[in-house]
């Protein structure tokens, strides 16, 4: 079974062409780890949105404001990631 691994943009455009021929069932296409992994972070950010969050990290002195509130935005996916590693930690 061929599987196709793109970034987002190409990942619509395959899907477009595979719904086209609902015959090949036996091709798999994946949105790639990294756009993967910043849409989960993207969505995290959207469920902690109005929960204090980049203020407790900011009273911590883990981030900046500006840094903390760009977490829920997933703007740097290695500093989101690590802000996120260190909350489940503590947690």
Same mark, same amino acid.
């Given at each position: *079974? #061929? &599987?196709?691994?793109?970034?987002? #943009?190409?990942? $619509?455009? %395959?899907?477009?062409?595979? !719904?086209? !021929?609902?015959?090949? +069932?036996?091709?798999? =296409?994946?949105?790639?780890?990294? /756009?993967?992994? *910043? %849409?989960?972070? $993207?969505? =995290?950010?959207?469920?902690? +949105?109005? @929960?204090? !969050?980049? /203020?407790?990290?900011?009273?911590?002195? =883990? %981030?900046? #404001?500006?840094? $903390?509130? @760009?977490?829920?935005?997933?703007?740097?996916?290695?500093?989101?990631? /690590?802000?996120?590693? &260190?909350?489940? @930690? %503590?947690?």
């Amino acid at each position: *079974m #061929p &599987v196709l691994t793109v970034d987002q #943009p190409l990942f $619509a455009i %395959a899907k477009q062409i595979k !719904w086209n !021929w609902p015959n090949e +069932e036996k091709f798999v =296409i994946l949105l790639g780890g990294l /756009h993967l992994e *910043m %849409a989960s972070f $993207a969505t =995290i950010g959207d469920l902690l +949105e109005d @929960s204090g !969050w980049p /203020h407790a990290l900011t009273q911590a002195n =883990i %981030a900046t #404001p500006g840094t $903390a509130e @760009s977490f829920l935005e997933t703007a740097h996916v290695t500093r989101t990631r /690590h802000a996120q590693q &260190v909350t489940a @930690s %503590a947690l």
